[in-house]
């Protein structure tokens, strides 16, 4: 389902060669290499654009731990150092202004809680500067360097009192899963050298929300004020209300900003103080997320002639233009976007970048980005003008790896759009044969496949399957119109756009078209719910993990709550909306189903509860289907942990081999 920022990801495909594909005599990849992927976040380069520190994780199998630490690259070379040592929990990677210092987040050994540590780069050990019973959940330096500004929870007034379990809380917009009252986050200051941190902003509203959605904070270039994202309380359920307020860092007086609702990621443009913030284009949830930027007062779309969703943005130097990452069709890229004027797409390759970018002073750009054939790396260029480069080898092994190819699929769909998708081959496939294909729907569905790395897409291709990742309407990708196209259209459309996709792939004569499988993951899942019942005859075997099953129990006990409402235009549980919401449920369908179908999902999900898994195997086992239901004891949407991963994608690949091959 669909987090705020609307960004989601799909991985997958490797090397292509006309004729056919790649011979090798080269293993393929293999579900022991998932203990060897290595993942790269929170790239951050100096400001002179000379070095680039980035958090590298590593999964250890034995301990079912991430081990993390912060890396230095220079950029004009050599081999990456080491920064840290047995820390836990690292994230955040933050430059001081001059470059003098490198800040992150990682866990305190004494209080065990994340803190904020700062380390000299001329030598010495990081220094923890916050001492937060609560722990810090972001933070940024103040332009002169002098001060860090960060967030934290507010800790519970009557501990005394809930021991004694006078705990009882009220209902509101909380999900179900919740079990005590949850307390606002908010903003306070400290020297960078560390010291007793002062409060700034204090009430019942909020930065943070139970489910994660703080946004960074912005100095004003003056550094006299802050300006965040301000929820109205603690529940995801009611962030689209989100609006940007400014802070006074003496007086602790909140103005508003931004008034406009479901506004955050405000950031003051270098030299220039332009503010920009990102926004659903024209206010609307069913469009793409724009970036708006305040000139003299005026609020002005900058990116409105893209009319599509960005994922994420930052300025470039100068403050006159911004740097997008995004998706257009099934590639992910950047753009250098003016603030007025038209974008311009950055020449990036077959190299598909994250939304996390970070930009030098002088205009070096560093991000985390893979390939169609090669995991995760860091990447870097001189300018928007200049060509990728890559820095780091950590996924290196997978080049000697025989790998799936693919290739990009459009097709006119129904109602008019150009559609897309993404086709990987079996690995080892010869001009000619015809396989079994296993259909891998992305999730979101503000989400979009696209030619990047993908271990489980990889995995099938091994096992001689073709792998179809088809987009749909409510995609990111198309531009805003195939986007919105999803409202209160929420199943038959998009089932559509994926079976006219289906019958493009059929074309090529390629696919044994009787041994089908279906299978996704949450918005992905409940695509695999919808086509499983409402083509019922296409399907030999399906794969659904954290499915939505019952829009109405969704909205009523998931996180999102409210934010459910935007698909349909109003509550389930009123007369107008009362039919819509249940038709296009795809528990509606289960009575038609064929297919053996494998059902997963973790037992704390607050994002998809697992009632909604609960209620489709009871439905699919009662009506005599041959079914299978995997939980895992986890508090999360998809499992966090490279054991639990690397199950579910067992499941996944055996259930299809079991009733494919």
Not at 309 to 317: E, Q, Y
Not at 350 to 366: E, F, L
């Amino acid at each position: 389902m669909k987090p705020l920022n609307r960004v989601i990801l799909i991985g997958l495909f490797a090397l292509i060669y006309r004729g056919g594909f790649c011979q090798t005599t080269h293993r393929p990849f293999e579900l022991t290499d998932l203990r060897r992927l290595v993942s790269l976040s929170s790239p951050r380069i100096s400001p002179d654009g000379s070095r680039i520190a980035v958090v590298v994780s590593r999964p250890d199998w034995e301990k079912d731990k991430s081990k993390a630490e912060i890396d230095l690259f220079d950029i004009a070379g050599g081999s990456p150092r080491s920064l840290t040592f047995e820390r836990e929990d690292i994230s955040d990677v933050r430059w001081s202004p001059d470059g003098s210092r490198l800040s992150f987040i990682a866990k305190d050994p004494e209080s065990k809680k994340v803190q904020i540590f700062v380390m000299p780069m001329n030598g010495g050990d990081p220094v923890r500067i916050t001492d937060s019973k609560t722990g810090v959940d972001e933070y940024s330096w103040s332009p002169d360097g002098t001060k860090i500004a960060f967030v934290a929870q507010d800790t519970v007034a009557n501990p005394k009192a809930i021991e004694h379990h006078e705990d009882v809380f009220q209902v509101t917009d909380n999900n179900y899963l919740v079990r005590a009252s949850v307390q606002p986050w908010h903003i306070w200051i400290v020297s960078a050298k560390g010291d007793s941190a002062r409060r700034l902003t204090e009430g019942s509203w909020s930065l943070n929300t139970d489910q994660g959605t703080i946004t960074p904070l912005a100095w004003t270039p003056d550094g006299k004020s802050i300006a965040f994202q301000r929820f109205p309380d603690v529940w995801f359920g009611n962030a689209w209300h989100s609006t940007i307020c400014v802070v006074d860092t003496n007086g602790r007086k909140v103005t508003t900003l931004v008034k406009e609702e479901d506004s955050g990621n405000p950031e003051y443009g270098p030299g220039s103080g332009i503010l920009a913030f990102m926004r659903p284009r024209g206010g609307d949830q069913n469009n793409g997320n724009a970036v708006y930027v305040d000139l003299n007062g005026k609020i002005a779309d900058a990116t409105g002639a893209l009319a599509r969703n960005i994922n994420n943005f930052t300025w470039l130097p100068g403050g006159r233009a911004l740097l997008l990452a995004g998706e257009n069709g099934t590639k992910s890229v950047l753009w250098d976007q003016p603030i007025n004027g038209p974008a311009e797409e950055l020449h990036l390759g077959d190299v598909q970048p994250g939304g996390d970018v970070s930009v030098s002073d002088n205009g070096v750009i560093a991000f985390v980005a893979s390939t169609p054939s090669h995991p995760s790396e860091l990447y870097t260029m001189k300018s928007v003008n200049s060509l990728p480069e890559r820095l780091s080898e950590f996924n290196k092994f997978v080049d000697t790896l025989a790998l799936s190819g693919a290739e990009s699929v459009n097709w006119k769909g129904p109602d008019g759009f150009d559609e897309d998708g993404v086709l990987n081959y079996p690995v080892e496939y010869k001009t000619g044969q015809k396989h079994p294909m296993v259909l891998v729907i992305h999730g979101g569905p503000e989400g979009a496949s696209t030619l990047r790395f993908s271990p489980l897409v990889q995995l099938l291709a091994a096992k001689g399957f073709f792998v179809f990742q088809p987009n749909y309407r409510g995609s990111i990708n198309l531009g805003d119109a195939y986007q919105h196209a999803i409202f209160r259209d929420t199943g038959e459309g998009p089932g559509k756009d994926v079976m006219a996709g289906l019958a493009k792939v059929e074309e090529s004569g390629m696919i044994d078209t009787t041994r089908i499988g279906i299978s996704g993951w949450s918005y992905g899942g409940y695509m695999t719910s919808w086509l499983n019942g409402y083509y019922p005859d296409i399907w030999k075997a399906a794969v659904e993990g954290a499915a939505l099953n019952d829009w109405v129990m969704d909205y009523t006990i998931a996180f999102y709550q409210t934010g459910d409402i935007y698909f349909f235009g109003g509550s389930p549980w009123v007369k107008d909306y009362w039919k819509i919401w249940r038709e296009q449920s795809p528990i509606e369908l289960a009575r038609n189903v064929k297919a053996p179908t494998l059902i997963m999902g973790d037992v704390g999900d607050p994002n998809v509860p697992i009632v909604n898994s609960y209620e489709m195997y009871h439905a699919l086992r009662d009506n005599g289907v041959n079914t299978e239901f995997f939980a895992y004891p986890a508090d999360t949407h998809f499992p966090h942990d490279i054991v639990r991963t690397t199950d579910i994608f067992s499941r996944w690949v055996a259930w299809m081999v079991k009733y494919l091959k």
